[in-house]
């Protein structure tokens, strides 16, 4: 079963300095923190804060491919969870035929945004993190869980780089 989700928005993780896409589910129970790397976080700001380029970016460049041969992304699906990796996959539609391709997460999420389909998340993947996280450190993931299923509106604001 896949649950739908929102990008809630980009954070940095203070210890590591790495980006964080924060992922709710639509009902607002269900929070998945992803992290990315700068590049890609920046590629996910600049769409969420519909900053214009002079220049396609890639995620850009994939959109107006995709477009252009008349394909839609139907949606994006983080699929898998594995070694501390997250996984996912496109659902392209061409021509009346459904294919899949593989994807980075962040990837998947900035082409989401461009092209205004939904994102989905496996539940055994949502499932799997909080386990995985738990086994890592159980006192700060906790704490971490907690911390990011309370944030409010005001504690997500825009990503700065």
Same mark, same amino acid.
């Given at each position: 079963?896949e649950v739908?989700?929102?990008i809630r928005?980009? *954070?940095?993780?203070a210890?590591?300095n790495?980006?964080?896409?924060?992922?709710k589910d639509?009902?607002?129970n269900?929070?998945?923190?992803i992290?990315v790397?700068?590049?890609? $976080?920046?590629a996910?700001?600049?769409?969420?804060?519909k900053? $214009?380029?002079p =220049?396609? *970016?890639?995620?850009?460049?994939?959109k107006?491919?995709?477009?252009? /041969?008349?394909?839609?992304?139907?949606?994006?699906?983080v699929?898998e969870? =594995?070694?501390?990796? /997250?996984? $996912?996959?496109?659902?392209l539609?061409?021509?009346?035929e459904?294919?899949?391709m593989d994807?980075r997460? #962040?990837d998947a999420?900035?082409l989401?945004?461009r *092209?205004?389909?939904?994102?989905y998340v496996?539940?055994?993947?949502?499932k #799997?993190s909080?386990?995985?996280t738990?086994? $890592?450190?159980p006192? #700060? #993931?906790?704490?971490l =869980?907690?911390?990011?299923?309370n944030?409010?509106?005001e504690?997500t604001?825009?990503?700065?780089m």
């Open positions: 079963m739908e989700m929102k928005g980009l *954070m940095m993780d210890s590591t790495t980006p964080i896409v924060i992922l639509v009902e607002g269900v929070v998945l923190p992290w790397g700068i590049y890609e $976080a920046n996910i700001a600049l769409e969420i804060e900053v $214009a380029t =220049r396609p *970016m890639t995620h850009d460049l994939i107006y491919c995709l477009l252009g /041969f008349k394909a839609e992304l139907k949606k994006v699906v699929n969870l =594995r070694d501390d990796t /997250f996984y $996912a996959v496109l659902w539609d061409h021509n009346g459904t294919m899949t994807a997460p #962040s999420l900035a989401a945004l *092209m205004d389909c939904p994102i496996d539940d055994e993947v949502l #799997s909080r386990v995985a738990a086994a $890592a450190d006192g #700060s #993931s906790e704490e =869980r907690r911390w990011l299923e944030l409010g509106e504690d604001g825009q990503y700065k």
